[in-house]
Each structure stands twice: as C-alpha cells, then as structure tokens.
C-alpha cells in the first residue's frame, strides 16, 4: 500500500508562472490537508478538502492560491503568477477519518517549489 | 500568534541519555497532541499523540507528558538513539473546531551524538 504520493518533489518556477503541485492520497483516504513550511518554521495549515469538497480553507492565502479534490485523480494545489515569497516545501496528509488522532495522519514527501 | 511554541531550536544529548524536548500552548480548546519527527528533504513522520483527557502515553522509547494545568507537554525519548536525530515538531488539534487540521510548533532539531 503506498504512501501518501506527492509530485513533482522539486518544482522551479519563474515570477509569474504557475505552479501546480499535485498529491494522491493513500488508498482507501477521503480527507486531504495541505501545509505549508516556509524556511526556519513550523507547517503552517493551508486547507482541508474531502472529495470534491473544501471543507477549510481557513489558511489559503485570499488570492492566487487554489485547491480542489476531484471525484478522480490527486488533490492538486494551484498558485498563479508565483511570487519568491511563495517558495517553500508544501506537504500533503491524509486519513480515512476526520478527527482520529490515535495514528495521526499521513504525510507526503512534500514538492519543494523555488521560484526564482 | 502563535498558538503553539517550541521554544528550543536545538537539543543536543548523548546516545543512551533521555531527550526532553518541550512544547507550551496557549489555546485551552486544543483536545488533542501530537509529535511528528522529521527528516531533511522528508515529510513528518508520526510519533505519539495524546488525548486531552489524559496525563501521559507511552509507546516504547517514547513518552508523551500532558500538564494541562501549565499548558505544557513533552516528549521524552530514552535511551536516545543516534537514529533519533531528526526535527521534531508538536502539534495540536483544536476540539472547536471539528476539522481536524493540525496546528504545529516551530520545531526543535535534535542531535544524538554516539
């Protein structure tokens, strides 16, 4: 049973491009959460979706900045026209069940995006 | 603001000895705990989690202590392996707020020396 499956692991970027970070979560997981971890810091919670669902996206910065959770295929992160303060790792987690901490949840290897 | 604190960057013991490593919070919604340990270029890695409910939880080398009252906990590894040398990051749900997203420290890196 594979992990949590985060791609690309490195992503460059150019100001103003887009960047498009993608997870797949483990099988038989509906809830997916997106962190955050700029240098020198904690993650940082960005946004909770189920199943072509948002649920929080409490932490998503207002604008440039996406997500979406479809029916089929990975959660997929956006962010448009990419600025240097954007550079970070971005982790993906998931879990069958909201709100079950005895396990905790599972992480991706994270997608590490520079933009130069 | 930061609702949970880590407030040692770095940690350095001895391979044998026991690691400490500390964790405040200021949010006395948070219900649940949780230790991740990172390596570089890896993502966290879960430990040990601890219910609000509860004063301590043991898995193995590791401990998990909960003093609500301070709004404290620790972790405690013993005997500390080299293997354990890794960023290890606290983390907190808040029970308010039923989404379950996690609400982490800044992380203290610690270093096992053989």
């Known amino acids: 049973n594979a992990g949590v499956m985060q791609n690309p692991r490195h992503l460059v970027r150019r100001r103003g491009q887009e960047a498009r970070l993608r997870c797949s979560p483990m099988k038989g997981h509906s809830h997916v959460y997106w962190y955050r971890q700029l240098p020198e810091e904690g993650l940082k919670f960005m946004v909770y979706?189920?199943?072509?669902?948002?649920?929080?996206e409490s932490g998503m910065p207002k604008e440039r900045f996406s997500a979406e959770f479809p029916k089929e295929g990975p959660s997929i992160l956006r962010i448009q026209q990419v600025v240097r303060g954007d550079s970070a790792a971005y982790f993906c987690?998931?879990?069958?069940?909201?709100?079950?901490?005895?396990?905790?949840?599972?992480f991706g290897s994270g997608t590490r995006l520079t933009v130069v | 603001d930061q609702q949970v604190k880590q407030n040692s960057p770095s940690l350095s013991v001895q391979e044998g000895r026991i690691s400490i490593l500390n964790c405040d919070y200021t949010?006395?919604?948070?219900?649940?705990f949780l230790w991740y340990k990172k390596y570089p270029a890896e993502g966290p890695t879960f430990l040990i989690s601890?219910?609000?409910?509860?004063d301590k939880n043991e898995d193995g080398r590791f401990t998990v202590f909960l003093n609500k009252s301070a709004k404290h906990l620790s972790l405690h590894i013993v005997p500390s392996q080299p293997g354990d040398s890794a960023v290890y990051f606290c983390a907190a749900v808040d029970g308010s707020s039923n989404t379950g997203k996690l609400i982490f420290g800044q992380g203290t890196t610690l270093q096992v020396k053989p």
């Open positions: 949010n006395s919604m948070f219900d649940y």
């Open positions: 601890i219910s609000s409910i509860k």
């Open positions: 987690a998931s879990s069958a069940r909201q709100g079950v901490f005895n396990y905790g949840y599972t």
């Open positions: 979706l189920q199943k072509e669902n948002i649920i929080d």
